[in-house]
Structure formats: structure tokens, C-alpha cells
């Protein structure tokens, strides 16, 4: 199907608020200890059952739900996830976000019968001692190695994402070359947010303005280029109002382990728990008074960013807003940020 044309189906999901793609973490359980986690709770805690699980998926189906990913939480963790998989691959574009850790071969064939459609796995160095410490669990670095050359021989399209700390950023390159070498799509986050819960530990591990410019600038080059405004410092009101908006409890929304319905993964405004109400309830019939809010949101209620001349470089994330500010409409200072790098390579003190 021509990309033009998915684009276009895509854009009317978001204009009659019917979810494209589905954000479902089936366990917040995870084997790792990772720094700069945004999850808080990492216990069990009444997660939905198989049945359930496979009744909301139904839900989703018969709502026209087209894209489904699948995290964690580390997912290998539920022992009836094949099960999910294989039931979830009948019917939606299967993405499956993991460690790796837990990948074995039996497992790849598993997944190369299902027909997988991509696997997401998390890579923090390319060096076993930097992996590891951020993890904080030894030998997670070869697992995860191991995992992504089983991938790579049954020929599994696979991401490896990363985050770029201050503790990993020097391994950039390295992490672009093991990528290269394994045949896998290389995709970083150069941004770290808070925990969901508001703690900004994670923050002490951004990266500064000198490993923007000593590892990045490539990077930030091919960012402006993508973004397609690369010589322009304003938006006209007609490019304003065409400029991509969150898709959060538009088209997009997240699960939670327990079943609980969320705008997105970032904003932890419950909008209805599917133990009690129908999806399509929540999400169509009677849908809370946040989540029309959030639907009606624009730029427009950004009052910051409209204002701002170099709102073509950025990429607004009402989830971010969210956990920075405490309010999806304040600006996230992490993406002010990296919107002033993208505009003119430096990053402005009060930024900093």
C-alpha cells in the first residue's frame, strides 16, 4: 500500500477519533533495573488474565484498530505472551518492544511463523560495561546481542532504540555501527523524561550542550532535513495550522498491565478501566470530559509555542508537557531544548 495512502487513512482516523494504534503494556514487570525508567511500579500488581487480554483485543478489532504494540515492562515475562502474539497477529500490525533478554531461538521461530512485524529492542551501549550499568543488571549486554543476531539471521525486521544519556553518549557511533552491522533500523531518543509519576530523577542524565554538539550534530542535521523546515525560522498561520499535533486520545492511546485506558503511556489520566466498561464505550459512546479535552486541543493551546519562532523544529508531546510541567498545555523544557539545538545549534542558558 502507497505510504501516501496509508497517510490518508491515518488522517481520518485522527479526524473521527477512532484508534489507529494501540500502546498495550501487558506487565510492568521488568528483569532489568534500568537509570532512567519512567515506570514506577514494577510489581505484578492484578494484571489482566489471557482471557481478558484476548477479549479487549477483540474490542480493538472490531473498532477498526490497525497498529498494535506490544511492551513491557519486559513482555517475555508473561509465560502465555506467545499465545497473545499469535492470537494478536490474525488481526492488527504486530510491534513487540522488549530487552531481548529473554529471546531465544525457539522463540524467533515463533515469531517468523506469526509473521511478525517488527521487534523494538532496547540497546544502551555498545560496550557490555556501559549496557550494563545502566540496566543495572551484569551480562544483560550479551542477551540482548545474542537476541538481535537471532533477529538479524531470520531476517525479523528489528529497531534498535536508545536512549542517549550522559552516560552513553560517547557510544552513539558505536551503537550506529552495531545497528549497521546487524542489518537493524537504528533510532535514538536524545531526551530523557521524568518518571509517570512526576520524579524527575531521570533528568540528572540528560545530556549537555557539548555532547549535543561533539556526537550529535550529524544527527540533528538529518532531524531538521526530516522535519522539512530546515530554512525557515516561522510558520505561517496556514503552516501552523497544518503542523502535526499530538495523536494522543485522538487516534493513539495506551493500556495498562491492569486493563486501565490512557490518553497515551504518558499521560496517566485514567479515561476508564476495561474490567468495567466496554473500549468502545470509553473511548466512543461516553467518553470522559479529559479525553474531549484533549480532542480539542491545538497549537492553539500551546500559548508558548505559538509564539515561539522556532516552532517549525519542534514536535510538541502533550505526555511530555505532562510529566515536566504537571500539564499537558506548559511546554516541556526538554523539548525547548532540543528545538534550539535543531534551529541554531546552541542551546540557550535558561534551557541548559
Keep these: 500500500m502507497p505510504a501516501s495512502l496509508i497517510t490518508a487513512i491515518q488522517n481520518k482516523y ?6 489507529w494504534g494501540v500502546h498495550f503494556e501487558l506487565t510492568h514487570r521488568c528483569n532489568l533495573d534500568c537509570c532512567h525508567c519512567y515506570v514506577v511500579d514494577k510489581e505484578e500488581g492484578d494484571e489482566l488474565t489471557y482471557p481478558e487480554i484476548i477479549d479487549i483485543l477483540k474490542q480493538l478489532q472490531e473498532m477498526g484498530t490497525v497498529s498494535l504494540a506490544l511492551s513491557g515492562g519486559e513482555i517475555f515475562l508473561r509465560e502465555d505472551l506467545s499465545e497473545i502474539i499469535r492470537f494478536a ?11 531481548g533478554t529473554f529471546i531465544t ?29 545502566i540496566t543495572g543488571v551484569s551480562g544483560s549486554y550479551i542477551r540482548t546481542i545474542n537476541a538481535l543476531g537471532l533477529l538479524q539471521r531470520e531476517q525479523i525486521p ?46 540528572q542524565y540528560q545530556i549537555s550542550e557539548e555532547d549535543w554538539k561533539r556526537y550529535l550534530s550529524q544527527w540533528a542535521t538529518g532531524k531538521r532535513l526530516s522535519l522539512g523546515q530546515a530554512g525557515s525560522k516561522s510558520l505561517s498561520e496556514s503552516q501552523l495550522s497544518k503542523k502535526d499535533f499530538c495523536n494522543a486520545g485522538r487516534s493513539l492511546c495506551s493500556i495498562s498491565p ?35 479535552q484533549i480532542r480539542a486541543a491545538s497549537l492553539s493551546n500551546l500559548s508558548q509555542c505559538v509564539q515561539c519562532d522556532i516552532l517549525p523544529f519542534c514536535t510538541p508531546c502533550l505526555g511530555v508537557n505532562y510529566l515536566e510541567k ?3 498545555f506548559q511546554c516541556s523544557a526538554g523539548y525547548c531544548r532540543q528545538a534550539h539545538w535543531l534551529c541554531q545549534g546552541a542551546i540557550p542558558p535558561e534551557r541548559r
Design 258 to 292: 491492569q486493563g486501565l485506558v490512557y490518553p497515551c503511556v504518558l499521560i496517566p489520566s485514567g479515561l476508564g478501566s476495561l474490567r468495567k466498561n466496554s473500549f468502545r464505550d470509553i473511548w466512543q459512546t461516553a467518553p470522559p470530559e479529559v479525553l474531549k
Design 326 to 328: 504537571g500539564d499537558i
Design 89 to 99: 497477529g490474525q488481526h492488527f500490525v504486530v510491534i513487540l518492544l522488549t530487552n
Design 158 to 203: 528489528t529497531v534498535i532504540k536508545s536512549t542517549m544519556m550522559r552516560e552513553n553518549i560517547h557510544e552513539y557511533e558505536g551503537l550506529k555501527d552495531i545497528a549497521r552491522r546487524l542489518g537493524a533500523r537504528f533510532s535514538i531518543g536524545p531526551m530523557v523524561i521524568p518518571k509517570v509519576d512526576g520524579s524527575r530523577n531521570p533528568l
Design 14 to 19: 485522527r479526524e473521527f477519533c477512532l484508534p
Design 105 to 133: 531461538p525457539s522463540i524467533v521461530q515463533c515469531l517468523k511463523e506469526i509473521g511478525i512485524t517488527q521487534v523494538e529492542i532496547s540497546l544502551y551501549g555498545a560496550s557490555p560495561q556501559v549496557h550494563d550499568a
